[in-house]
Antibody, heavy 118, light 107 residues
Framework: QVHLQESGPGLVKPSETLSLTCTVS????????WSWIRQPPGKGLEWIGSIYYSGTTNYSPSLKSRVTLSVDASKDQFSLRLRSVTAADTAVYYCARTGLTTPWLDPWGQGTLVTVSS | DIQMTQSPSTLSSSVGDRVTITCRAS??????LAWYQQKPGKAPKLLIY???TLESGVPSRFSGSRSGTEFTLTISSLQPDDFATYYC?????????FGGGTKVEIK
């Protein structure tokens, strides 16, 4: 059974770069899309972007100028970098899998809270 | 972008009640819609995909339907474990978009 685990700093200073990694276990990263979704405290879900295992990306238009997704298939990992963060980027960040024939988001990682504060 | 309008935002119900949550897409998404359940402090859990297909292991009291661009999640008889927040999500096209969520509370 595929398991996803987010990792990275829980505290980032304003104007700096948020970096998170999602490690995939129990299955291969190949032939799937991998997504990042975030949820500010007490609010709804926001899709950040998705990356195919080959490196093709799709980004949220509202975040596109600050986001970079990457994948390391040799390590079964994919990563998120969000530049120039502000307090509005404080959220729980989730990673999730999307299949070509199963294009919904499943499974999800447990999520990791990232707080932007000085 | 495809906007997903979900209603109501909050719903107060009792155990045993029939509950209906609606999600409307701003344009056609065929049946490319999923429903998720989220409990406090937990990741969303897939309930239904392709508008009406129940994910394996999800109780049969949950069902989904589609009428044009309007989608419905129904819980036939609300159970204590069902008090949670529910989200719809379209995957017809990028950017992926979610409804605003419906919190199902105990009446």
């Amino acid at each position: 059974q595929v398991h996803l685990q987010e990792s990275g700093p829980g505290l980032v200073k304003p104007s700096e770069t948020l970096s998170l990694t999602c490690t995939v276990s129990g299955g291969s990263i190949r032939r799937y899309y991998w997504s990042w979704i975030r949820q500010p405290p007490g609010k709804g879900l926001e899709w950040i972007g998705s990356i195919y295992y080959s490196g093709t990306t799709n980004y949220s238009p509202s975040l596109k100028s600050r986001v970079t997704l990457s994948v390391d298939a040799s390590k079964d990992q994919f990563s998120l970098r969000l530049r120039s963060v502000t307090a509005a980027d404080t959220a729980v960040y989730y990673c999730a899998r999307t299949g070509l024939t199963t294009p919904w988001l499943d499974p999800w990682g447990q999520g990791t809270l990232v707080t932007v504060s000085s | 972008d495809i906007q997903m309008t979900q209603s109501p935002s909050t719903l107060s119900s009792s155990v045993g009640d029939r509950v209906t949550i609606t999600c409307r897409a701003s344009q056609s998404i065929s049946s490319w819609l999923a429903w998720y359940q989220q409990k406090p402090g937990k990741a969303p859990k897939l309930l239904i995909y392709t508008a009406s297909t129940l994910e394996s292991g999800v109780p049969s009291r949950f069902s989904g339907s589609r009428s044009g661009t309007e989608f419905t999640l129904t819980i036939s008889s609300l159970q204590p474990d069902d008090f949670a927040t529910y989200y719809c999500q379209q995957y017809n096209s990028f950017p992926l978009t979610f409804g605003g969520g419906t919190k199902v509370e105990i009446k």
